[in-house]
């Protein structure tokens, strides 16, 4: 299936609050040899540069951290628990905020996706160390430039229609820091936004 065009650096170069609720409804790509797997972005978390402590360049730049401080459209990922989570750069270079992407709703390739993960599954992309296992998403894409179309990419597709009255919002969940900042937003009735996920966050 062709994808149409790819969100350039000027999407992202914006707040991560804007660039996460923009987020949801376009499509993320993953090519690789063995096929193509995509699916609609459904859930997304905000990082800010300045004042999260839950953000991970929070006490500056490391070698874990240093895709966060490149050029907007950039992809930052990191391992935690085994698994790798996949994160879209955003703000001008230098300033290290970002977007997690936390859960898809598949729409291509959901075999291969099921095959990645080793076990049958009806909901392969709920949560975002599934979300990179199914996609294949690893480290070897960290600072990857989401921006060339190319292995890894989000394109303006938006396959499934909705109003803002359809965003929810909560606060983040999974973190310790800062945790009560509304920055979570997810797609209303989406059975790929874990519904465990909603538990003990308000929802707005």
């Known amino acids: 299936m062709a994808w149409g065009k790819v969100l350039q650096r000027e999407f992202y170069n914006r707040d991560p609050v804007t660039v996460a609720k923009e987020l949801l409804g376009k499509v993320l790509v993953r090519e690789t040899p063995e096929g193509v797997t995509a699916g609609v972005i459904v859930e997304t978390e905000a990082y800010l540069a300045q004042g999260d402590p839950a953000n991970h360049a929070f006490r500056g730049m490391t070698d874990r951290n240093k895709s966060m401080f490149g050029p907007p459209g950039c992809a930052y ?28 709703m598949p729409i291509e390739g ?48 938006e396959p499934v229609k909705f109003a803002e009255s359809d965003i929810a919002v909560t606060a983040r969940i999974g973190v310790t820091a800062a945790k009560e900042l509304p920055l979570r937003f997810f797609l209303r009735r989406q059975p790929f936004v874990n519904f465990v996920s909603h538990l003990g966050s308000r929802v707005r």
């Open 110 to 157: 959901i075999e291969l996706m099921r095959e990645r993960l080793g076990r049958f599954d009806s909901l392969p992309t709920t949560g975002p160390g599934k979300l990179c296992k199914a996609m294949a998403i690893d480290l070897s894409l960290d600072g990857w430039d989401l921006t060339l179309g190319e292995r890894l990419w989000v394109a303006e597709d």
């Open 77 to 104: 990922v990191y391992r935690i628990h085994q698994v790798c989570c996949l994160n879209a750069v955003t703000e001008p270079e230098g300033v290290p905020s970002a977007v997690l992407i936390r859960a898809l």
